[in-house]
């Protein structure tokens, strides 16, 4: 039996946010090495340019992060237990954010053929 993606009924938003963050947490520079539990500290966010952004070889629609600057999904990913707060407000996600599957990864981060 296969497991459906998104077991814990994350809206579109939340759902969006947590795949890019687990994707930032891939690329050195953008996240620190997991600590003890296996959670990551996402160092900084990436700032757009025009209408999207680069996460190592991915790109991503500016429109697909908007969740990245709201609050309120930040909220709703700790009470889940996927991230927690981190220093300066930057999100660490926890070793069950890093695994969760959102199934959205192929929808919205893009890799350039070239």
Known sequence: MTTRPNPL???ALQAKTLTILQQL???PGYAGEPDADGAVLIRYLPEPHGDHFHVGEAVVRSRDASGLANPAVYGALVRKGLVLAGPRGL???TSAGLAYDTGL???ILFR???
């Open 9 to 11: 009924k994350l809206n």
């Open 25 to 27: 947490a891939r690329v």
């Open 91 to 93: 999100p660490v996600l």
């Open 105 to 107: 990864a192929e929808e």
């Open 112 to 114: 350039p053929d070239h």
